[in-house]
């Protein structure tokens, strides 16, 4: 039954942000795409090195 109810919250959650998303976000330009695309290799290369880290350290 916790099962469900979980389930029924993380679903809720989705749906409002799809709601919201859709309703009150702009899409980006490309400038702003240009940057993104810059930086996110960096910060996931950053989060797996990381995250390997911690894995060795347990």
């Known amino acids: 039954m916790t099962l469900l109810i979980i389930l029924l919250i993380v679903f809720a959650v989705v749906a409002l942000m799809v709601f919201f998303g859709e309703r009150y976000a702009k899409p980006m330009d490309n400038e702003q795409q240009?940057?993104?695309?810059?930086?996110?290799?960096i910060l996931v290369f950053v989060v797996l090195i990381g995250s390997l880290i911690k894995m060795l350290m347990n």
Request: proline letters at 12%; glycine letters at 0%.
């Open 34 to 41: 240009q940057k993104y695309a810059k930086i996110l290799p």
